[in-house]
């Protein structure tokens, strides 16, 4: 399994972005999807992620400014960042928690990272 995001990119203070993540590979189904994000010289954060039913769970700091969902039939999962400001700056990482098969258990599966940079 893989996860391959892309999205990411310079934008002003204010701006928009939408990150995507599509999962490739041998999938029987998806548990919970999420975002986390690494700022330079920090630890990786959660920023949201979702689960199988719809719930989802937001960082304090992007509570109303970042949406998180996802196309089960697609295996993707998105997060559209609005009212961006140079703290969002990070480097950002999809996240999934699946089975290969009806047998197999549930593992975390991670996508490589797509930077984020908010700047004028």
């Known amino acids: 399994v893989q996860l391959q995001a892309s999205g990411g990119g310079l934008v002003q203070p204010g701006g928009s972005l939408r990150l995507s993540c599509a999962a490739s590979?041998?999938?029987?189904?998806?548990?919970?999807w999420g975002w986390y994000r690494q700022p330079p010289g920090k630890q990786r954060e959660l920023v949201a992620s979702?689960?199988?039913?719809?719930?989802?769970n937001y960082a304090d700091s992007v509570k109303g400014r970042f949406t998180i969902s996802r196309d089960n039939a697609k295996n993707t999962v998105y997060l559209q960042m609005n009212s961006l400001k140079p703290e969002d700056t990070a480097v950002y990482y999809c996240?999934?928690?699946?089975?290969?098969?009806?047998?197999?258990?549930?593992?975390?599966?991670w996508g490589k990272g797509t930077q984020v940079t908010v700047s004028s």
């Open positions: 590979g041998s999938i029987f189904s998806i548990n919970a």
């Open positions: 979702i689960t199988t039913g719809g719930s989802t």
């Open positions: 996240h999934m928690n699946l089975r290969q098969t009806i047998i197999s258990t549930f593992r975390d599966y």
